[in-house]
């Protein structure tokens, strides 16, 4: 018998990478299955035959062995059986394996998706040739008689799929099997192409190949470096596949495999939808719809008529656009590629119907996303927005972002529509969301790039000097209110003053606080949430009543009179309220270092801190999140953070041995945060500004606050926030003395003590 393939020299052959590998690797597996049949002796009516992705030739190295052993009802096949079946065990294979007459085959399929589908790609390994041929045969014949039910069944199955596993383009680390766009996807067009001939058009089957040779080759590649047989491609392994493959970096695979997962969702979109009028034909008659311009809408699908004014009316894309969305309908490839081929670029400056028709669309919601995603598979967007390009399945490999460039920006416009009542300009508002990170394609800060870009595209889209600036603004500042909302202190009324001067109109707040909600929303489930929003409406209202002032203050309203009152009463308290924690406790250093340390034994983190200090008594007010202390054990969480104030909990043995018992924590973001400590004594007249940056960890709140309680900084307010596996943490400081750090010695130590404390264990 040949050698067990898993120790031959193609899987260690570096030169063999993707598809090549597969192919090579399926080669010698049928040669030494092949063996393994030649050895288990010589039987009438016994084959063997590869089926499903093995009989695709589809073999990855974590793939399971699909094979069928057919018998015409012979009584050695057992006995057969146990001869094959042993030698791909004993290898430690996967195998995936069945024992079956033709009828008893054929009875399966007639009711079982998997089975039939399997079926489809049967071919023989070794045996009795014409078991495998008549199968084959009456396998598809079953499939194309039975294509009613099947096709049905597939639909229903691709789309549950889908909703489950989500889309290979615009996850961050997708499923290159099961997600939409994947090669389940690929599957199953393989699968309907051979139930009804019309269902893919020629130029659909030939579009497929490349992509499948990206999603095939970049699997394949996943499962030879990480030995593991999971179709998940992380972030921690997705540069060690880039470079097998042969990319620059992971940015450049990851585009690909977008860009690929694309063509594959828009194909299957295609032939579903084609699925689905098929089946609705015959239970009613035609509908037909005409929206002018040579547009037209039959049942669900828009078409164009022959005397459409393709070649001269450069604004048809968006009106093709408009009445798809409006009308639900489809469009079809023809439609698309005649457009593309044919439709003239939009003047400089653009008709004044052009940006109204791009502006309804984006209005619309994620109704246009469908239609915008259409237009861009032939690259419309781009020929209408040339600026648009360098987006185009644009990867940001980090754990806070879902989405492609390209894909984020639509989002984020879909999600303005929805709050576009709350503003005075809705258009401005869309287009700020469709543009505002437009930057991300090219060199330099997105946000500067942007400006030019937005400048560019307002101008020539016909926008007024004074919208196109408002746009611009809106580019420039799209991260300034989150930023300054959740690192910075909004009592403090240099930093509402701030903010005024950066944003000098009321109208363009207004604007902002709605693209900061979209943007986030857009960004990640975790990227928006009651305390954000609650923080950046706080922030725009008292930067919106400043300026409404002319520049008049608000009083700060903390400590508020209740809190006031529990300082005159002068007691100790520890108090857990929902996620608010109020303590009062004697005014001495490490106050605060020690609460959280209590917290984090807890699961518990701080979000925001206030703090104050009266007549020796030290204030605290946290807004806390995160950790099931909260919800089934607050008394325990408060009694903890007594024991800690008075010095008689184990704050950091505790911790460490915390931090022991939680030792595994997957890498989530492709570029972990560099630790990083930036001093800030512009922003306030009164406080010093640190920012801490880093990976989080176990505790980390607790060693950077005991670090700066040892060189006697006073912290007076903190903002902390995670990024996936980040932490951006802001304090606001003063010396022993009540004064602002400006000693760069002293800020030197301040540094050292607090990168010492990030990377320390506990």
């Known amino acids: 018998m040949n050698a067990i393939p898993a120790t031959s020299a193609v899987l260690s052959d570096s030169s063999l990478v993707g598809t090549a590998l597969s192919r090579a690797y399926t080669a010698e597996i049928d040669a030494w299955l092949h063996s393994v049949v030649a050895g288990a002796g010589e039987v009438r009516g016994v084959a063997l035959a590869a089926v499903g992705g093995y009989g695709r030739g589809d073999l990855s190295l974590g ?64 045996g009795d040739p014409r078991l495998v041929a008549e199968l084959a045969a009456r396998s598809r014949a079953l499939w194309r008689d039975n294509v009613d039910k099947m096709l049905g069944l597939l639909a229903e199955r691709t789309r549950e799929r889908h909703d489950e596993a989500g889309e290979v383009a615009f996850l961050l680390e997708p499923d290159l099997k099961l997600s939409r766009g994947g090669l389940r996807d690929v599957h199953s067009l393989h699968w309907v192409d051979l139930a009804e001939e019309d269902l893919l058009l020629s130029s659909e089957r030939q579009g497929l190949a490349g992509p499948h040779d990206t999603l095939l080759s970049t699997r394949i590649e996943l499962h030879r470096s990480t030995g593991r047989h999971s179709n998940q491609l ?10 097998a493959l042969g990319y620059g970096d992971a940015d450049e695979l990851m585009a690909d495999v977008a860009g690929a997962a694309r063509t594959v969702a828009w194909i299957t979109d295609a032939v579903l939808h084609r699925i689905d009028l098929r089946s609705s034909r015959r239970r009613r008659r035609h509908r037909i719809r005409d929206f002018g311009h040579g547009i037209q809408v039959v049942d669900e699908t828009l078409r164009l008529l022959d005397d459409a004014p393709v070649d001269t ?14 009308a639900d309908a489809f469009i079809e490839r023809d439609v698309l590629d005649r457009l593309a081929d044919h439709s003239p670029h939009l003047p400089d400056p653009w008709p004044e119907e052009a940006h109204e028709v791009l502006v309804d669309l984006l209005l619309l919601g994620h109704d246009s996303i469908r239609v915008l995603e259409a237009l861009d598979q032939v690259d419309l967007i781009s020929r209408l927005i040339p600026e648009w390009a360098p987006t185009r ?107 005024a001067e950066e944003i000098d109109s009321v109208n363009t707040l207004e604007l902002l606080g709605a693209l900061t909600e979209a943007d986030s929303i857009a960004t990640s489930h975790a990227a928006w949430g009651g305390w954000k929003a609650e923080l950046v409406s ?144 512009e922003l306030s007249s009164t406080y010093t500004v640190l920012e801490v940056r880093g ?36 304090f606001y400081v003063r010396d022993g003395q009540g004064d602002k750090i400006l000693d760069p010695a002293y800020l030197r130590e301040i540094e050292m003590a607090v990168l010492t404390a990030i990377a320390a264990d506990a």
């Open 538 to 681: 706080e922030l725009v209202r008292r930067t919106s009543d400043y300026l409404h002032s002319g520049g008049t203050t608000v009083e700060s309203a903390f400590p508020s009179d209740e809190q006031l009152e529990l300082l005159e009463a002068g007691e100790e308290l520890v108090r857990l309220d929902g996620h608010e924690l109020v303590v009062v406790t004697a005014d001495r250093p490490g106050v605060f270092s020690r609460v959280a340390g209590a917290l984090a034994l807890h699961g518990v983190e701080i979000l925001e801190a206030q703090l104050h200090t009266q007549d020796q008594l030290a204030l605290e007010v946290l807004r806390v999140g995160g950790g099931i202390g909260l919800d089934e054990r607050p008394r325990q969480v408060e009694d903890d953070v007594r024991l800690a104030l008075q010095g008689r909990l184990a704050v950091r043995a505790r911790l460490i041995q915390r931090a022991r018992n939680y030792r595994y924590q997957r890498v989530t973001t492709a570029r972990p945060a560099a630790p990083q400590v930036i001093v800030d004594n």
């Open 313 to 326: 009316d450069p604004v048809l894309p968006l009106r093709v656009a408009l009445v798809a969305a409006r």
């Open 393 to 499: 399945s644009r990867p940001q490999r980090n754990a806070y972002h879902r989405f492609t460039v390209d894909r984020h920006l639509m989002e984020a416009a879909a999600e303005c529509a929805l709050i576009a009542d709350r503003v005075e300009r809705p258009d401005l508002l869309v287009l700020g969301g469709f543009f505002h990170d437009i930057g991300k394609g090219y060199e330099g800060d997105h946000s500067e790039v942007g400006v030019g870009l937005v400048r560019r595209i307002a101008t020539r889209m016909g926008y007024s000097p004074a919208d196109t600036e408002t746009l611009a603004a809106l580019v420039r500042h799209h991260l300034l209110l989150p930023d300054v909302a959740s690192r910075r202190d909004l009592e403090d009324e240099d930093t509402i003053r701030f903010v």
């Open 234 to 243: 992380l972030l921690q392994d997705q540069d060690e596949v880039a470079s």
């Open 695 to 730: 990976p989080d960890s176990i505790g980390l709140l607790y060693r950077i606050t005991r670090a700066m309680a040892d060189l006697d900084l006073d912290i007076y307010s903190a903002k902390v926030q995670t990024l996936g596996d980040d932490v951006i943490d802001s």
């Open 63 to 126: 793939s399971d062995l699909d094979l069928l052993l057919i018998h015409s009802g012979s009584g050695h096949v057992a006995e057969v059986a146990e001869r094959i079946w042993y030698p791909i065990w004993d290898t430690g294979m996967k195998l995936g394996h069945a024992v079956r007459t033709i009828d008893e085959a054929l009875e399966l399929a007639a009711t079982d998706l998997d089975t039939a589908t399997s079926l489809l790609d049967i071919r023989r390994i070794g």
